[in-house]
C-alpha cells in the first residue's frame, strides 16, 4: 500500500501565496507521474498540474504563469507553490501518484486532500 499525505493548505488573501507538499510513503518500487487536482464546492474534481518522472510540468490554462508543480524524488514529494491566488482557486486540492509496486503492477493512489480558501 502507498500512503499520500497532503500539508500546507490553508486560508490566504486573494494575490497571496501557499505552497502544498504531499509526500508519499509505503511499499513501491517507484514513482511515476504526480499530480495536484481540486474540487470546488459543487464543481466535479479537475486536473491542475501534472509532473513527469523528470520534472517536466504541464498545467490547467486557470493556474498557468501562477501555480509551479516541483518534486523530489529522494523525498518522495511533490509540491504545488501557489502565487498570485484568486477567489476563484479555493477548493480542496488532492495528490495523486502513480506507483510501481514491488509486483510490476502500477497503481494510482490519492490523498485525502487540503483545504485551501482564498478570502479577504
Known amino acids: 500500500q502507498v500512503q499520500l499525505v497532503e500539508s500546507g493548505g490553508g486560508l490566504v488573501q486573494p494575490g497571496g501565496s501557499l505552497r502544498l507538499s504531499c509526500a508519499a510513503s509505503?511499499?513501491?518500487?517507484?514513482?511515476?507521474?504526480m499530480d495536484w487536482h481540486r474540487q470546488a464546492p459543487g464543481k466535479q474534481r479537475e486536473s491542475v498540474a501534472t509532473?513527469?518522472?523528470?520534472?517536466?510540468?504541464n498545467y490547467a490554462d486557470s493556474v498557468k504563469g501562477r501555480f509551479t508543480i516541483s518534486r523530489d524524488n529522494a523525498k518522495n514529494t511533490v509540491y504545488l507553490q501557489m502565487n498570485s491566488l484568486k477567489p476563484e482557486d479555493t477548493a480542496v486540492y488532492y495528490c495523486?501518484?502513480?506507483?510501481?509496486?514491488?509486483?510490476?503492477?502500477?497503481?494510482?493512489?490519492w490523498g485525502q486532500g487540503t483545504q485551501v480558501t482564498v478570502s479577504s
Open positions: 509505503g511499499s513501491f518500487f517507484s514513482l511515476g507521474a
Open positions: 495523486a501518484a502513480a506507483a510501481i509496486l514491488r509486483s510490476g503492477v502500477n497503481v494510482k493512489y
Open positions: 509532473i513527469t518522472t523528470g520534472g517536466s510540468g
